[in-house]
């Protein structure tokens, strides 16, 4: 049976047996600066029991929803990973792609991790394209502590994240090159991948090789980036964003994003530098509905970009 098969198979049982939650949603889309945003309102997700403890507390709990998997959302072993469903989705199908031994989910992404998500990203869907995540450290959004990547299906009206759009305007781009894009007002870095390449590679352990190298090339290009825009003053927490054509990175300064006017915080993912962000409360979708700019909002969890650092950088574009 194949991965495609095998997850809607799982997930209408998991469903069934309420071993699996969906939360019904609505959908905002707000455009800044060529960006479309998406707002996405989950009102029933605000009661997920797991959604109230901080990481370090969940630490101390010492809950590892991962190890060993809950077989009513496993889906199947791979090399070094299991595919497991998303226990509290608000997409269906959303799938983990987990270590089958403990790692931290502060380590960067190795070969064998980011074959296993592209591999689950080229086939967990049929045909409808796919994202892959990661939110890497304390500061990323994340919620486990175990090395866990995300992937989700793009159903609906976007087929592609809203951050494509940007990423489509950078000109005469080259599969390799490293870019950013000048209306992002915070440190990220962006890379178009060789699908020539990875279309023709018959070897696992090669295309597993390609994608690691151009994922550390972005790490320390993004490295490099953070130290001319900032001064850093903590661990490095940072998103990643992968889809069919591109590589994204974006480090962390912080986790919640503060709307000053509302005065509340809202959690902000790898999602939110796709340009999908996810709200739980009336208030904090009002919040964000009515922000006068949301890419401050984005900025605030990040390092902000600094014009002046340095005004002839080969990257820009
Ligand atoms: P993390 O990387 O640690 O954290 P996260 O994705 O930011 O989700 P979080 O846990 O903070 O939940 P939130 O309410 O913000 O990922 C942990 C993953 O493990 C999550 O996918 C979590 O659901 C899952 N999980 C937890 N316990 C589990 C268990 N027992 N078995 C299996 N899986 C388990 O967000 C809820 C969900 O919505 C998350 O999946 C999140 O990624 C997703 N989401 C957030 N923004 C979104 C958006 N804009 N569009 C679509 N989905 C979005």
Redesign the pocket.
Known sequence: MTLHNQIQEKYDAALNSKE?LF?E?TKVLKEVDGLKF???Y?PS?AK?P??DPT?EEKKKIK?N??LP??PA?FVQDLDEHSV????????PH?I?VVTKEFKS?SQPLFPSDLLAAWQCMMTAFGTTPALA???CGPF??????HK?M?I?PLQGQQPQPPIKALFNQIQDRKAGQIYVMDKLPFVHVITPLDRNFIDSSTDNEELGDYLAQMFFGLLDAMFQQLRKHATPDREISYNFIMTDQFMMLVPRSRELATLVQENLQV?I????F?G???V?TPEELAALENHPDLMQVLKDVAYAWNPNADVEDPMEQ
């Open positions: 699996l939360f949603t998406e707002i996405t989950a997700l997920k797991s959604s990481m809950v929803p991962f998997p809950n959302l497991v469903l998303n226990k509290f989705c608000i997409v959303h983990i989910q995540f990661y939110n990323s959004g994340a919620s486990q502590p866990h995300q989700l959690s993912n790898s999602l939110g796709a999908m962000l996810l739980k």
